[in-house]
């Protein structure tokens, strides 16, 4: 039975202002969840119909089938009804309702509304369907009345990761002098964090404290998440400090933040504070903290204040319990936390074969998850080939990565060339290492793979191809003296001093001070 340390002494008393916790309790009861954009009225023919013991989704849909059969008898549905309707849709996230709405809609009146183009465009951002949203926002003629199509777009971009492009957008919405609100700063500051530029970010914050959200909660909770994110913990502690009545997001963007910058105890004291304040942690605030924490006794004993609340199940915390006992040499633990969790998923397979990469029972593991129908993901497959490359299983990991590529339809990425590569290196096979770079990748190598090779030509002395993997080294990674170091021991190795003397200058003349 896993049993967790001693309690963590969260109850340990801090001085908090009385009169300030009641008014930070009062607010956050009379404060709703900020919505994506602000609420629009229910749609007026759901209302109406009165479908018996239906759901809500069946409701919409014979609602909608209605709707069809009334407009094909030439009733005219005007703008403010497919508007609602798209926004029922948005709201039951029923997008392919919403999708054949819009095929009822005719396109003189989606042209001419501009709620109505608003609405759809944010449903078909919302999917993921950016360049169907970018078109219908082109062909608006009076966009610029208001944020909301703006916003919707910059989201989209930003949660597909286009962060460029909802940069590129937020400016030219500057530029085009549309005025942004509340909701537009917590999207753009999103894609800031994403590119991880600081003057960027600089940049935008002068604008929000320029519109009058200097004070804004939601958009400050944003500012501590992109300070964080780019680099600057300092300033995101500043503008957490800002915030008066603080959130659960508030407390939980800064724990993680400081988990991320690798400052358990400044985060260990956010963590007390958050909960003297009334404010639980969130699963993925949980799960940052339980691996982030550096010391195992540490991270035992928040085990022990998670398993007090009962949440040791949840997916995402037992998934980061796995890999926190994993990472510390515990594979008791994990492997009783994975036999025993009511529920699994491809984070669960992956954290316990990645615990075992220098097992055999990576492969076991592989082979139960094949069992139960759980579909592997890319990450599966740089654990299993750097497991089949610890154990010398060449022939296994052949068998994987063409798996990986005929039965799953993965394309390859460096991360599994450069296991590839350690595979056949780690076994003696340089030649066949070095024709995976040379012949079998779709693109350059980079320094993972490169640095595989060099190794594994430091392990079995090989001189011709460890300097080929060097050199390479050299250009991609100039100021890593490691790479230096590595082409020095192959060279002492087989007694050629002079050239240990030539590589040894090269770092004097790089800066490095060699301590061979």
Request: neutral net charge; glycine residues 6%.
């Amino acid at each position: 039975m896993l049993t967790a340390t001693q309690p963590l002494c969260l109850h340990k008393s801090l001085k908090i202002n009385k009169t300030q916790l009641q008014k930070q309790k009062q607010f956050h009861r009379n404060t709703k969840p900020n919505l994506l954009f602000p609420k629009s009225s229910p749609t007026p023919l759901l209302i109406n119909h009165k479908p018996r013991n239906h759901t809500k989704l069946q409701a919409l849909e014979a609602l909608l089938h209605d709707l069809q059969a009334s407009i094909q008898d030439g009733i005219t549905v005007d703008a403010q009804i497919f508007s609602s309707l798209l926004e029922t849709c948005f709201q039951l996230q029923a997008f392919d309702h919403g999708i054949r709405i819009h095929r009822l809609i005719p396109t003189s009146l989606l042209r001419k509304s501009v709620a109505l183009s608003s609405k759809l465009l944010r449903l078909y951002a919302s999917i993921g369907r950016i360049e169907e949203a970018h078109r219908l926002f082109d062909q608006m003629s009076r966009r610029n009345r208001s944020a909301f199509a703006w916003n919707s777009l910059i989201s989209g971009y930003a949660e597909l990761g286009l962060y460029e492009d909802a940069m590129a957008l937020y400016f030219q919405m500057e530029e085009e002098g549309v005025v942004p609100d509340r909701f537009t700063f917590p999207r753009v500051l999103k894609a800031c964090g994403g590119i991880g530029s600081i003057s960027v970010g600089e940049e935008v914050h002068r604008h929000v404290v320029r519109c009058g959200f200097a004070d804004d909660g939601f958009v400050l909770n944003a500012l501590v998440d992109m300070y964080a994110k780019c680099g600057d913990i300092v300033k995101a502690r500043k503008v957490f400090d800002k915030i008066v009545c603080r959130d659960s997001v508030s407390w939980n963007s800064m724990l993680t933040a400081y988990i991320r910058h690798g400052l358990p105890l400044q985060a260990l004291s956010i963590f007390r504070r958050m909960l003297q304040y009334g404010f639980e942690p969130d699963a993925v605030a949980i799960s940052t903290v339980v691996t982030g924490v550096p010391s195992l006794k540490l991270a035992g004993q928040i085990h022990g204040w998670v398993l007090r609340r009962g949440v040791q199940w949840n997916l995402s915390i037992a998934n980061s319990l796995i890999v926190l006992y994993s990472n510390h040499g515990k594979l008791d633990q994990a492997c009783w936390l994975f036999d025993h969790m009511p529920e699994r998923d491809v984070v669960s397979w992956n954290s316990i074969i990645s615990a075992h990469r220098k097992d055999l029972k990576a492969i076991t593991y592989f082979s139960r998850m094949q069992k139960a129908d759980v579909l592997p993901d890319v990450v599966t497959f740089v654990s299993l080939l750097s497991a089949c490359a610890h154990l010398g299983l060449v022939k296994d990991g052949e068998g994987l990565f063409s798996m990986m590529r005929e039965d799953y339809g993965m394309i390859p990425s460096m991360e599994h060339y450069a296991c590839m590569v350690n595979l056949y290196g780690r076994a003696g096979l340089i030649e066949e290492a070095y024709e995976i770079i040379e012949k079998r990748m779709e693109f350059e190598a980079g320094p993972t793979v490169w640095g595989a090779l060099l190794y594994a030509c430091y392990l079995h002395h090989n001189v011709d191809i460890g300097k080929i993997a060097a050199e390479c080294l050299f250009e991609l990674e100039p100021d890593n003296e490691h790479n230096f170091e590595l082409l020095m021991n192959i060279y002492r190795n087989v007694g050629r001093l002079e050239d240990v003397e030539k590589v040894r200058k090269m770092m004097a003349d790089r800066g490095f001070d060699s301590l061979y």
